[in-house]
T-cell receptor, first 112, second 113 residues
Framework: KQEVTQIPAALSVPEGENLVLNCSFT??????LQWFRQDPGKGLTSLLL?????REQTSGRLNASLDKSSGRSTLYIAASQPGDSATYLC???????????FGQGTTLQVKP | NAGVTQTPKFQVLKTGQSMTLQCAQD?????MYWYRQDPGMGLRLIYY???????DKGEVPNGYNVSRLNKREFSLRLESAAPSQTSVYFC????????????FGDGTRLSIL
């Protein structure tokens, strides 16, 4: 059974820092891995999707990497801003039905 | 450009009452999903519909039923609500293709007393 873990559960950094969020999964037979952002009281917003054949994806200040063999993904946020404060969730897609298995998230606070 | 719309946004029920959560998407997506989000548990899949006319169980289907009414709408029904079903419920949709991202609604916050 696929299990997804995110460490740390919470992170607080000063504005301007570069930071890395971690996601690990137990079964390397995945279709893709998605990173989402969730603001308090809101739904999830898709940030990046990495296909199983890819090593990384970039969008603006965000860069996500995928290492299937070791069961790991990282989300790199460059030059963090207070507006980046949110919960970040990773999710593994393990079949062609699009079903996702989620980690529990990392809650990020960026202090001005 | 509404995306995925969920109604209602908030609801309080008494144990044993029934309720249907509504979800509609305007992106012509094939697949739709219902998740619940609980503190410390993350999001867990309840039911999904890979295409119009099909539905399948996810990780935590007990106590729920679903209907894919048409391509746009996917409803979740609680026949006899229990306090353990207090949660935030999210609906999502996805376009055809294995590597399409899921798009989420803003959720329904449901409390069962």
């Amino acid at each position: 059974k696929q299990e997804v873990t995110q460490i740390p559960a919470a992170l607080s950094v000063p504005e301007g820092e570069n930071l890395v969020l971690n996601c690990s999964f137990t079964d390397s037979a995945i279709y893709n891995l998605q990173w989402f952002r969730q603001d308090p009281g809101k739904g999830l917003t898709s940030l990046l999707l990495i296909q199983s054949s890819q090593r990384e994806q970039t969008s603006g200040r965000l860069n996500a990497s995928l290492d299937k063999s070791s069961g790991r993904s990282t989300l790199y946020i460059a030059a963090s801003q207070p507006g980046d404060s949110a919960t970040y969730l990773c999710a593994v897609g393990s079949g062609n039905t699009g079903k996702l298995i989620f980690g529990q998230g990392t809650t990020l606070q960026v202090k001005p | 450009n509404a995306g995925v719309t969920q109604t209602p946004k908030f609801q309080v029920l008494k144990t044993g009452q029934s309720m249907t959560l509504q979800c509609a998407q305007d992106m012509n997506h094939n697949s739709m999903y219902w998740y619940r989000q609980d503190p410390g548990m993350g999001l867990r899949l309840i039911y999904y519909s890979a295409s119009e006319g099909t539905t399948d169980k996810g990780e935590v289907p007990n106590g729920y039923n679903v209907s894919r009414l048409n391509k746009r709408e996917f409803s979740l029904r609680l026949e006899s609500a229990a306090p353990s079903q207090t949660s935030v419920y999210f609906c999502a949709s996805r376009d055809r293709g294995n590597n399409q991202p899921q798009h989420f609604g803003d959720g329904t916050r449901l409390s069962i007393l």
